[in-house]
């Protein structure tokens, strides 16, 4: 058991898990500490998302597993140093199953149920790191949007979830919206586009499993962070390695540059507290709504990325389009607030 002053120093994480058979979606109004948590997954997203085009696109780093690769290792590194340091815990109890598992940190057990997670996670990086290559920032952040309409159909399917007409109209509003604005991109590239619309399906799959072994592994938020990359670690470094990604790395001639350095040094902090948030507030809320706050904090991804990386000349079309999907998302979130 631990002391009062050792539990006065855990983070907190999310509540107790919920019973597998609960809904995933209930109409409630969203709590004060969900609303938090979708905050804080915008803020980071915003960030995570120009750092990341600047390391592909301004440096023109050779390969995005790579920038993934840092990224899971310096989320296990932060996580294991809190974890000893008791500043976190790994369960949503708390009693540790560090004493049992001085290796792993979570029970064998526990680790392996959250298998399905990991291969989901694995995918869903993997995808959408490479996606923000080859789409400029405003298209990518529009073209995303739509993963609204696959994360639907995933918890249908999962949970026979099924959503009230509001809900439904503000989702085909964000549809139309990014149809529209898509239609006029002169830079449409295929593969780009495919990239993305795999990366919206990816992160439907990878959103709803967290909503069903999140709350059923006992894990909280940082204890499915650790269970991720110990998983997917050692996979991805293996992929990286025959791939030739690691010799790509050793060979880039801004490797040591102090600009580049800084720009991956901020996208791995930002990577650790996006997916943190990401865990937060989709097991708080709904992986419905973790996909409406991914629309919400476009407007600012969006003006950002005209403002710095361009790619997207001006156009009416373009414009109408846009406001119609952040309508769409403005009147979701509304809905979701009420409790509709």
């Known amino acids: 058991m631990r002391s009062d002053a050792e539990k006065s120093t855990l983070l907190p994480v999310t509540d107790p898990p919920l019973k597998g058979d609960d809904k995933l979606f209930k109409g409630s109004a969203m709590s004060q500490r969900g609303a938090y948590a979708a905050l804080s997954y915008m803020s980071c997203a915003?960030?995570?998302?120009?750092?990341?085009?600047?390391?592909?696109?301004s440096y023109h780093f050779p390969s995005a597993n790579v920038?993934?690769?840092?990224?899971?290792?310096?989320?296990?590194?932060?996580?294991?140093?809190?974890?000893?340091?008791k500043v976190i815990s790994f369960t949503a109890t708390e009693a540790s199953s560090a004493i049992d598992n001085p290796i792993t940190?979570?029970?064998?057990?526990?680790?392996?149920?959250?298998?399905?997670?990991?291969?989901?996670?694995?995918?869903?990086?993997?995808?959408?790191?490479e996606s923000v290559r080859g789409v400029n920032v405003p298209m990518y952040t529009t073209l995303r949007r739509t993963t609204v309409v696959f994360t639907m159909v995933i918890e249908y399917f999962l949970a026979k979830q099924k959503y009230s007409s509001p809900i439904v109209g503000?989702?085909?509003?964000?549809?139309?919206?990014?149809?529209?604005?898509?239609?006029?991109?002169?830079?449409?590239?295929?593969?780009?586009?495919?990239?993305?619309?795999?990366?919206?399906?990816?992160?439907?799959?990878?959103?709803?499993?967290i909503a069903r072994i999140g709350k059923s592994s006992g894990l909280n938020s940082f204890g499915l962070m650790?269970?991720?990359?110990?998983?997917?670690?050692?996979?991805?470094?293996?992929?990286?390695?025959?791939?030739?990604?690691?010799?790509?790395?050793?060979?880039?001639?801004?490797?040591?540059?102090?600009?580049f350095l800084v720009v991956m040094f901020f996208s791995c902090v930002l990577?650790?507290?996006?997916?943190?948030?990401?865990?937060?507030?989709?097991?708080?809320?709904?992986?419905?709504?973790?996909?409406?706050?991914?629309?919400?904090?476009?407007?600012?991804?969006?003006?950002?990325?005209?403002?710095?990386?361009?790619?997207?000349?001006f156009d009416l079309l373009n414009i109408i389009g846009q406001l119609l999907g952040f309508l769409g998302s403005g009147l979701y979130a509304y809905y979701k607030l009420v409790g509709k």
């Open 170 to 209: 503000s989702v085909g509003l964000i549809v139309l919206g990014a149809l529209v604005a898509g239609s006029r991109d002169l830079s449409f590239d295929a593969y780009g586009y495919g990239v993305v619309f795999l990366a919206n399906i990816t992160t439907a799959i990878y959103l709803a499993t």
């Open 46 to 57: 915003v960030l995570l998302v120009m750092f990341n085009k600047a390391a592909l696109s």
């Open 271 to 313: 990577a650790f507290f996006l997916n943190y948030s990401i865990f937060l507030n989709t097991t708080l809320n709904s992986a419905l709504t973790q996909t409406i706050c991914g629309n919400l904090k476009d407007f600012v991804t969006i003006g950002l990325g005209w403002a710095i990386f361009g790619g997207l000349p």
């Open 105 to 129: 940190l979570v029970p064998l057990k526990t680790l392996l149920y959250t298998l399905p997670l990991a291969f989901a996670y694995l995918m869903y990086m993997l995808v959408t790191m």
């Open 226 to 259: 650790w269970c991720n990359g110990l998983l997917c670690g050692p996979i991805l470094l293996f992929w990286t390695y025959v791939r030739g990604d690691l010799e790509m790395m050793v060979n880039f001639p801004d490797l040591r540059s102090p600009g």
């Open 67 to 85: 920038i993934t690769l840092f990224q899971m290792m310096s989320s296990c590194s932060f996580l294991y140093a809190m974890r000893r340091w």
